[in-house]
């Protein structure tokens, strides 16, 4: 009986130690493998760029140490409320409607 136990709270540990780990990994990326964040011109939003490319007309680079790497980080949050304008200026996003 002293064995069940043991296995059964072993194995309550590793599953929850499973699940913590993990948790963290799940998280979205921003991008797929090979490609990098790009924001729009004054606006919200974003797109995805292969390495080795410059961003397309009206998209730029975000600035280095804001760039949002997992959906719902730190900087993805950020940058649902600011916008780079053309001259690279960040600045809190217009207000809608």
Same mark, same amino acid.
């Given at each position: 009986?002293?064995?069940?136990?043991?296995?059964?709270?072993?194995?309550?540990?590793?599953?929850t130690?499973?699940?913590?780990l993990?948790?963290?990994?799940?998280?979205?990326?921003?991008?797929?493998?090979?490609?990098?964040?790009?924001?729009? $011109? #004054?606006? @919200?939003?974003?797109?995805?760029?292969?390495?080795?490319?410059e961003?397309?007309? +009206?998209? !730029? =680079?975000?600035?280095?140490?804001k760039?949002?790497?997992? $959906? #719902?980080? @730190?900087?993805?949050?950020?940058?649902?409320?600011?916008?780079?304008?053309?001259? +690279?200026? !960040? =600045?809190?996003?217009?207000?809608?409607?």
């Open positions: 009986m002293r064995h069940v136990r043991r296995a059964a709270a072993l194995a309550a540990v590793a599953a130690a499973f699940g913590t993990t948790a963290c990994s799940m998280q979205d990326a921003v991008c797929g493998g090979g490609e990098y964040p790009v924001a729009p $011109v #004054g606006s @919200t939003g974003g797109a995805c760029v292969p390495k080795g490319e961003p397309p007309k +009206g998209y !730029v =680079r975000y600035p280095e140490g760039v949002p790497e997992k $959906v #719902g980080d @730190t900087w993805d949050q950020y940058w649902e409320t600011h916008v780079i304008d053309r001259d +690279g200026t !960040v =600045r809190k996003a217009p207000a809608d409607g």
